[in-house]
């Protein structure tokens, strides 16, 4: 074994060091010998031996004493513990997203739930003793050093743990911490995930879970979890099922469909260096594009011949009645002109009637007051050389402006 002085972590019984191990890199356990004693050696061993599982840290080798100190060679996690994750995220390498948080707490509860199967309780779960993968965002529970069997309501250990992740019977009646216990402390561990808040521990309730979880997954699951009464406390093997339920639906919602996952997937390196056709430049002809046998046929210099050509009859153009133009001299209006003219909007209205070629005579028909914004048809019946014509006036406004104006005869009798 190469030794080294990276320092993982500190604990009461010992240090934790990065180390080589058979051509691999460990975590070595180092603990004073005379900090524990050989039955709990051999119970820390039996528990790594039977929570062999992916979300469990592994035990790589034989436990030895070197230099007054017990050397435990333990599977080295390449990430960073969870109470990194959550509460430190500046200097987190992993990013919460829906599906990492999935992975995370799909992990933590397979592990535990393995742990429970086997009568082993943890004792001691918090975020420093779950490490995440860097790589595959893998939650690995660690530090089975406190961990117990718990057979038929009999301990192999003394009850020991963090406080700020004991269950409300063990603060508060010194329960002897069990399997109920330890879903409470995961409980609270996938609220303040989902949270990233520390939470009171006297706070955590299902109220409260409801509070920081409100429209998160997993929000009812954890309420059954921090139930405080133990007896009404959700068993992992009774939620396992739904907890795995939840993180598919998650997984599916978070995935994209396979057709946009083949868009945003990059081109491999055959499509890559496959030459794509090129379009036409004007300025690098690519010879004749067009068929010579499609083009129509060349006809002389001349051009088409006019006189073939058919003349499209232009409709019959009514001269205005009265004076064309504009009147060279300025004609004094009469008092009922200058009355419909400020009624219908002032000179804004005379004048564009003057700009469309208007005759003043014409506005004698159209309403004394004509609207701001509007359509107004007017309709006169006149006699001209013995026959009666019927005439339609149009009138459209906009902002107190004329924008149209037609005078056409619509019958002649």
Known sequence: MAWSTATLAKGCFGKVYRQQYKGTWAAVKKVPQHLIDRKDLERECEVYN???????????GNIT???????????????????????????????????????????????????????????????????VEHT?????????????FFRHGLNSAIDMGNEAYSAPEVLRWRSQRNQRSDVWAMGKIIAELYARVRLHTPSVCPAKVKEVMQGQPYCDIVCKMVEPDPGKRAAMVSIIDEIRVTG????????????????????SREQAARPRPRSASPMKPRGNLIDRNQLPEKRDNKGPDLLKWERTPRPEIKPLRGHMGLPK????????????????????????????????EAAKDLPSSLPQTGKVKVQRVERKNGKLETWEQTVVTQDGKIIKYDDVMISST
């Open 65 to 131: 004493l070197t230099d007054g100190k017990w050397i435990i060679p333990l599977e080295f996690i390449f990430g960073e513990d969870l109470e990194t994750t959550i509460f430190q995220s500046a200097k987190s390498k992993i990013q919460l997203t829906p599906s990492t948080k999935v992975t995370i707490v799909s992990g933590m509860c397979e592990g535990l739930m393995h742990l429970h199967l086997n009568d082993i309780v943890h004792q001691d779960l918090k975020p420093e003793n779950i490490m």
């Open 248 to 267: 598919r639906t998650v997984r599916e919602s978070s995935t994209p469909p396979k057709n946009v996952q083949n868009l945003l997937k990059p081109p």
């Open 136 to 148: 595959t965002n893998r939650a690995v529970i660690i530090d089975l050093g406190l961990a117990k």
């Open 329 to 360: 001299h300025p004609v004094t209006k009469p008092a009922e002109n200058r009355n419909r003219q400020e009624a219908a909007g002032g000179t804004d209205i005379t004048a564009q009637l003057m700009k469309l070629k208007l005759n003043h």
């Open 50 to 60: 039977k929570a062999e599982h992916p979300n469990i840290v592994k035990l790589l």
